[in-house]
Every structure is written in structure tokens, then in C-alpha cells.
């Protein structure tokens, strides 16, 4: 069986994986999530948040026979990890996630979609270094499909984002096209377009597409159908 590495995508932490951790085992797998910087128990300063210091993370705690998951804004890290040292993980998964193009930031990846579902829904901090999901936005952006429990768990620990990562290119060469990915897209997404999720979804064959009829946070709202996605996903990419 796999053995799964979970990246969150921005405001969240690996609390975000409660629910689908325990999915994957049930089916044999084992399962991990991180947080990265600034994230969750991460103790680093906003201040201090780049792109190659959550590319280290997630190299740290990957291995060769690794499939790495990136949700949202994860998808970032993931890919220059891969791009790094594609030799670290066995596979990507993007769920829901952005998919880098050469050279180009996630801020300029997002503003390249056809609609833009978070302008309204963001609030930066004062110093310019971060932004914030607006309380009265979290519901309907993130889990509008997800049970009533969910909104207060996640409340409580949504965080600050840091903006410098999200706003640093990413070169991309054969490294990154070498590594075997799949895709996850959402139908039901008020954070990232699901047509364009669709579009970034062809960086992997088409037999490695999935979708999953969910909010952006498929963790919450389907984590064992998601669990079976992956398990299917799993058997298909080529082994180690």
C-alpha cells in the first residue's frame, strides 16, 4: 500500500486532514500530514515565509516511495519539491490545487483564471506581510458542503497566510515534468474555478483526472470518498 504526505493550502494546517487521514488507513495506507511554516504548530514568523522554506518541509519529510498530496496553494510547495529533487517522491496528487506554470507565481497563476472567487473574501494585514479569510466569507468559501461541526473546528484554526511565497516565481524544467502527477478537481469550488481547475488538471494523463462533486474542501465534506479516490489513483501511477 501507498504511503501519503498531506499538504495543506493556505490559512489551514495539517488539522485539515483529520477526517481523510483515517479514511486512508482504513484502506491500508498510511497517511501523514505537515504544516508549513508559519502554519499550525509552526513556530516560524510570518516575516521569514518563502517558498523554498516550504519546498525544505515538505522534501524533509518525503521519500522515494512518497505521494504527495497539495491542496489549493499546497500545490505550490508540492511542485517545487518535485522540481527541487523529483527523485524524493514517488508521485503528485493536486487537489483542487494550483499547478505551477514555468517561471510564473501563484498570485499570477490565480489571476490567469477566468473568474476570481476570493477578491472580496480576503483581508491584508496591516503590515502588508499576510492576509486573512473575512469571517463572514469562511462558510461560503471554503465549506459550504461540509457538516455544521466543521465550520467552528475550522474557525478556530484558520490562520494568517503569508503573501511573500505566493508571490515567488517558480522556474520549472525537466525535473518537475518527470515526476508522475494526478489531479483532483472539485465541481462544486467558490475558491478556485473548477473550469479552470480542469485546465490545470491536463498537466496529468487523462486516465489520472478525477473529479469529486465537493466545496473546496473535499477533506471535510467527502473524506472517505476522497480516500477512494486516491486509493484508485494509487493503483494507477506507476509504481516504485
Known amino acids: 500500500m501507498a504511503d501519503f504526505l498531506l499538504v495543506h493550502g493556505s490559512c489551514h494546517g495539517a488539522w485539515c486532514w483529520r477526517d481523510l487521514i483515517p479514511a486512508l488507513e482504513a484502506l491500508g495506507h498510511s497517511a501523514r500530514a505537515i504544516d508549513l511554516p508559519s502554519h499550525g504548530s509552526d513556530p516560524t514568523p510570518i516575516s521569514d515565509v518563502t517558498l523554498d ?3 525544505d518541509v515538505v522534501l ?6 512518497t505521494i504527495v498530496v497539495g491542496h489549493s496553494w499546497g500545490g505550490y ?5 518535485a522540481e527541487a529533487n523529483p527523485k524524493a517522491m514517488r508521485a503528485l496528487i493536486y487537489l483542487c490545487a494550483y499547478v505551477p506554470q514555468d517561471g510564473l507565481s501563484m498570485v499570477e497563476m490565480r489571476r490567469r483564471a477566468p473568474r476570481q472567487l476570493i477578491v472580496d473574501a480576503v483581508e491584508k494585514s496591516t503590515d502588508g506581510l499576510s492576509y486573512t479569510v473575512r469571517p463572514d466569507k469562511v462558510h461560503d468559501l471554503l465549506y459550504h458542503d461540509c457538516a455544521s461541526e466543521i465550520l467552528p473546528f475550522a474557525f478556530a484554526r484558520l490562520c494568517p497566510q503569508a503573501i511573500a511565497p505566493q508571490e515567488t516565481p517558480l522556474p520549472l524544467s525537466d525535473n518537475f515534468a518527470r515526476v508522475p502527477k494526478a489531479y483532483i478537481r472539485a465541481t462544486d469550488d467558490h475558491t478556485i474555478p473548477t473550469e479552470y481547475e480542469e485546465e490545470m488538471s491536463h498537466v ?3 486516465e489520472l483526472r478525477a473529479t469529486i462533486d465537493s466545496s473546496h474542501s473535499p477533506f471535510f465534506s467527502h473524506p472517505r470518498y476522497l480516500a477512494e479516490i486516491l486509493d484508485d489513483l ?4 506507476p509504481a516504485v
Open 53 to 55: 522554506g516550504c519546498r
Open 60 to 65: 524533509s519529510t518525503s521519500t522515494p516511495q
Open 77 to 81: 510547495p508540492i511542485s517545487a519539491a
Open 204 to 206: 496529468a494523463p487523462e
Open 234 to 237: 494509487e493503483q494507477k501511477l
